[in-house]
């Protein structure tokens, strides 16, 4: 189940981000201006938007516009050290 919803998050996606085209229905070009509104919303918070989760799995690096407008790398690596945690810094156990 959550493959087939997975496929079709990756179709309707295709489909947004192409909402320029004439072809596309009306439904799906509302769809694609709510989509560059909470992308609009995630830059002035300075977080990823969709196009960046989407860069970062395809690159399996960080990606972020809110680096680029700063004028930084738009894609970082991943950090692989582990933060150090002590024993007292973990939450209880339920």
Same mark, same amino acid.
């Given at each position: 189940?959550?493959?087939? $919803? #997975?496929? @079709?998050?990756? %179709? ?9 085209? /004439?072809? !596309?229905? /009306?439904? @799906?070009?509302? +769809?694609?201006? /709510?989509?560059?509104? /909470?992308? %609009?919303?995630?830059? %002035?918070?300075? +977080?990823?938007? #969709?196009?960046?989760? !989407? +860069? ?8 972020? #516009? ?10 970082? &690596?991943?950090?692989?050290?582990? %933060?150090?945690? #002590? $024993?007292? &810094? @973990?939450?209880? @156990?339920?």
């Amino acid at each position: 189940m959550i493959l087939i $919803v #997975t496929r @079709l998050f990756k %179709i309707l996606l295709v489909i947004v981000s192409v909402a320029g085209c /004439a072809a !596309i229905p /009306a439904p @799906l070009v509302y +769809m694609g201006y /709510a989509k560059n509104g /909470a992308d %609009i919303v995630q830059i %002035i918070r300075e +977080m990823p938007t #969709t196009s960046d989760l !989407i +860069m970062s799995e395809l690159s399996n690096r960080i990606c972020n #516009t809110s680096n680029w407008l700063k004028g930084k790398d738009y894609c970082i &690596e991943k950090s692989l050290t582990p %933060i150090p945690v #002590t $024993v007292e &810094e @973990l939450p209880p @156990l339920p």
